[in-house]
């Protein structure tokens, strides 16, 4: 037995029994490997030190009231971090190596996969960096991939209820033909100036707008935006911004239930125009947004005025959460069962 108060979890790193380990050398990756260390050897010329090669992926597995674990729509992970990988000229890692590590992580760590009925769930972290050693601007010729897992409550601290939002202009996340649409630490490095400011002033997270012309909404910090407009779901494109695997899932869903789904560019005004918005990724699922203060002018865009979540907003998390702990029928093939 764990003694994890699981309904009480906050989303952070809990020590588990083991991770999962892979390396790439002399042409070839290796097998997985379990270890319980949670620390390891790195070069110090390694290239995920000196160069930014290293990027990541966050994905979730869930109890069933069934008694079983599933991992939601790992293969778009998987591909996603390829993505990834080849954004920064690392080492793919091949399909059918990425699942075996990331159930070999799960099974061995099967206690701390969070009952069923307590919000929470097992936030699964894959890993890709740079281990070889390099002096000088070019890829490594070494690579490591690593899975670890931690039992995880909602993302912020209030759960599935409206929170505060500072959009920001005067901090990029990314370039327009940067990283943005790559999961890679950078990016997180240059939204962090932003995002602590806006936690000493009072606010959760934050908008960014897009760093070419300052007028379109990019990002909500670590995750997607979307808005509610009559019957419309309405999501921001753009290449700096991460394909987010919620997003997308929340797209068909929002498509079953009757919306249309209008991906493009959103300028900054439209925000008075909204019925409902929020963020949406895979740590928060989806946190509604309660006001947005622009903080170069003053401007305050307030939503949820009764303090509650959107009606729209509450039907897409229901039926999201539904399929992913099992409780509506998975229509579109997203969930694997790990035995």
Not at 27 to 46: C, D, Q, R, T, Y
Not at 158 to 163: D, L, R, S, T, Y
Not at 305 to 315: A, Y
Request: aromatic share 12%; glycine share 10%.
């Amino acid at each position: 037995m764990t003694g994890i108060d699981w309904k009480s979890l906050p989303f952070g790193y809990y020590k588990t029994n083991y991770n999962v380990r892979c390396y790439y050398t002399n042409g070839k990756w290796s097998e997985p490997e379990l270890s319980n260390s949670e620390f390891m050897n790195v070069h110090i010329a390694a290239t995920g030190l000196h160069y930014g090669q290293e990027a990541f992926e966050g994905m979730k597995a869930f109890m069933g009231k069934d008694g079983k674990i599933r991992l939601f729509r790992w293969r778009d992970n998987a591909a996603r971090m390829n993505s990834s990988a080849r954004g920064i000229v690392m080492q793919e890692i091949p399909e059918e190596l990425f699942y075996k590590a990331i159930t070999m992580a799960i099974i061995n760590n099967k206690e701390f996969v969070p009952p069923y009925g307590t919000g929470a769930s097992l936030y699964i972290r894959p890993l890709l960096f740079g281990s070889g050693a390099e002096v000088g601007v070019k890829p490594a010729k070494e690579y490591t991939f690593v899975v670890f897992v931690t039992p995880v409550g909602p993302y912020f601290k209030e759960g599935f209820k409206p929170v505060d939002f500072q959009l920001v202009r005067d901090y990029d996340r990314a370039a327009p033909h940067g990283t943005g649409h790559i999961k890679v630490g950078g990016n997180y490095a240059a939204s962090l100036l932003a995002i602590v400011r806006a936690h000493n002033e009072g606010y959760n997270s934050v908008v960014f707008v897009d760093s070419k012309e300052g007028i379109y909404i990019d990002e909500c910090g670590p995750a997607n935006f979307f808005a509610i407009k009559g019957d419309k779901y309405i999501t921001p494109k753009s290449n700096s911004i991460l394909p987010s695997i919620t997003n997308k899932s929340l797209m068909k869903i929002a498509e079953e239930i009757g919306l249309k789904v209008e991906q493009r560019p959103v300028r900054v005004e439209e925000l008075v125009e909204f019925d409902e918005v929020g963020a949406c990724g895979t740590a928060a699922v989806i946190s509604p947004i309660k006001k947005i203060a622009d903080r170069s002018n003053g401007i305050v865009y307030n939503f949820c005025k009764d303090g509650k979540s959107g009606p729209v907003s509450t039907k897409l998390f229901n039926k999201l959460q539904g399929i992913q702990y099992g409780d509506e029928i998975d229509k579109y093939g997203w969930i694997t069962f790990v035995e």
